[in-house]
Nanobody, 123 residues
Framework: QVELVESGGGSVQAGGSLRLSCAVS????????MAWFRQAPGKEREGVAV???????SYADSVKGRFTISKDNAKNTLYLQMNSLKPEDTAMYYC?????????????????WGQGTQVTVSS
């Protein structure tokens, strides 16, 4: 079992930046993939970025060049640096982990989830 706690959300104007953090505890040695997802009101949850144990990374096309995913293994923390934010980035952001290989941005592939942190971008 892995526990995840997100932080760092807030309200910013378009063009601004935020850095989300996700503290991971529990049976962390089992984690292979760590990812960020988001869900806007009335929309399905979508993958934003994923990082594997070997640090290979994938991004959703909508955030490429603006968002950066990273992790600090010593601190058991996952990060998402978000720059050049747009109103369409407004959503609840969740971190999630997967204990099997083949990392993807499919929500159904992840078994452990945090409670989420809200990001609101105003125009």
């Amino acid at each position: 079992q892995v526990e995840l706690v997100e932080s760092g959300g807030g309200s910013v104007q378009a063009g601004g930046s935020l850095r989300l953090s996700c503290a991971v505890s529990g049976y962390t040695v089992s984690v292979y993939c760590m990812a960020w997802f988001r869900q806007a009101p009335g929309k399905e949850r979508e993958g934003v970025a994923v990082i594997a144990r070997d640090r290979s990374i994938s991004y959703a096309d909508s955030v490429k060049g603006r968002f950066t995913i990273s992790k600090d293994n010593a601190k058991n923390t996952l990060y998402l640096q978000m720059n050049s934010l747009k109103p369409e980035d407004t959503a609840m952001y969740y971190c999630a982990t997967r204990s099997f290989m083949l990392c993807s941005l499919l929500p159904g592939a992840f078994g452990d989830w945090g409670q989420g942190t809200q990001v609101t971008v105003s125009s």
